[in-house]
């Protein structure tokens, strides 16, 4: 299971963030289940761009995201 280290990463990573977060900081998010069910544009490019950070493949990302989002969201449903 990965986790996020910032201490670890490269300077161009640890750049990455920042502009992802400076792209983003204005946004205005819907609901974390609105935000699945509806495959978010947001949502995405800050979950891949974490992926990628991590080291993910990004011929995988898209794959794994979309199974992703929908198991998240029938989970949320579950719950909610």
Do not use: C, M
Not at 50 to 69: A, F, H, M, R
């Amino acid at each position: 299971f990965d986790i996020l280290n910032i201490s670890k990463l490269t300077k161009e990573r640890k750049n990455t963030l920042v502009e992802i977060f400076q792209k983003l900081e204005n946004s205005n998010f819907p609901s974390i289940i609105e935000q699945y069910e509806s495959n978010n544009k947001e949502r995405r490019l800050l979950d891949s761009v974490l992926l990628e950070v991590l080291g993910w493949d990004k011929n995988s990302i898209d794959k794994v995201l979309d199974k992703l989002y929908q198991a998240i969201a029938e989970e949320l449903k579950t719950k909610g």
